[in-house]
């Protein structure tokens, strides 16, 4: 019991200082270049940034999922300390992934092959030149729904003129394709994508996506989504039932998750 509690308090460390380090790295504030530089580099590091900063969450609900395992008696030490294994070797490849895409941000700045980064943290992205563009993009029913959903990633960090949220600007549509699309994969980006947004008109299409949708990713990203939400009752009801029922252990991590959040 003792040597799985030093594993995991170590492995909780571990990912603290990951995390403390991407949040305290600062990207320098502005970068100039040339009219020709190459945007893809810094798009692709955006992305990558983002699935990190998922992965660490997911980590960190499989651990508090892991203490409760063992605190309750649920499961044997020697079960724990077994999973515990696989989540460290995540952990030092999530480390090896930031060290490449520091490096990589370094490369860009250096060379300026980046329009202008503006004080981003993980997380955070930056502005789109043209909001206009995936706005109307991202509303169009005929376009492609892999065109929608890039749009709509633009439009993430992104603020209009009066301090508005850009996704505000395409809130019903994206709903719409995350209820009714054929790839679950689909269906989970929308969900993945509204997060932090905090519009209480989220709350009931995430609610059923998170209690009856049919794919396990999709309900992962609703119950991550949902932690914006975690004071209201109908949501932290949702949440420990899937915490507790779920058949997946990854939603029922994230529901973990989730619910040990407070209120920003």
């Given at each position: ?15 603290g200082a990951v995390v403390l380090v991407l949040l305290r790295e600062p990207v320098p504030a502005a970068v100039a270049h040339d009219a ?229």
């Amino acid at each position: 019991m003792k040597g799985s509690a030093v594993s995991l308090f170590a492995l909780v460390v571990a990912i603290g200082a990951v995390v403390l380090v991407l949040l305290r790295e600062p990207v320098p504030a502005a970068v100039a270049h040339d009219a020709t530089a190459d945007e893809s580099g810094i798009d692709d590091l955006d992305r990558r940034l983002v699935d990190i900063e998922s992965d660490l969450a997911r980590l960190a609900g499989e651990i508090a999922s892991l203490r409760e395992a063992r605190s309750s008696g649920r499961e044997p030490v020697s079960a724990v300390a077994s999973r515990a294994g696989p989540l460290e070797e995540r952990l030092e490849t999530l480390e090896k992934l930031v060290a490449k895409d520091r490096a990589a941000s370094q490369e860009l700045l250096s060379s300026g092959s980046a329009e202008t980064i503006t004080g981003r943290k993980l997380g955070v992205r930056r502005r789109e030149p043209d909001l206009d563009a995936s706005i109307r993009t991202a509303r169009d029913p005929a376009a492609a729904e892999s065109d929608r959903l890039e749009s709509f990633r633009r439009l993430r960090g992104s603020k209009l003129p009066g301090g508005t949220d850009a996704r505000l600007q395409v809130l019903a549509p994206m709903v719409e394709l995350g209820e009714t699309s054929y790839a679950s994969r689909h269906r989970a980006e929308v969900w993945r994508q509204f997060s932090g947004l905090g519009d209480p008109s989220l709350v009931t299409p995430l609610l059923n996506a998170l209690r009856h949708d049919r794919s396990a990713r999709v309900r992962e990203e609703a119950a991550e989504t949902l932690g914006d939400y975690v004071d209201d009752p109908a949501v932290r009801e949702a949440l420990e039932f899937a915490a507790g029922n779920d058949e997946s252990y990854d939603v029922r991590a994230k529901a973990n998750a989730s619910l040990a959040r407070k209120k920003r």
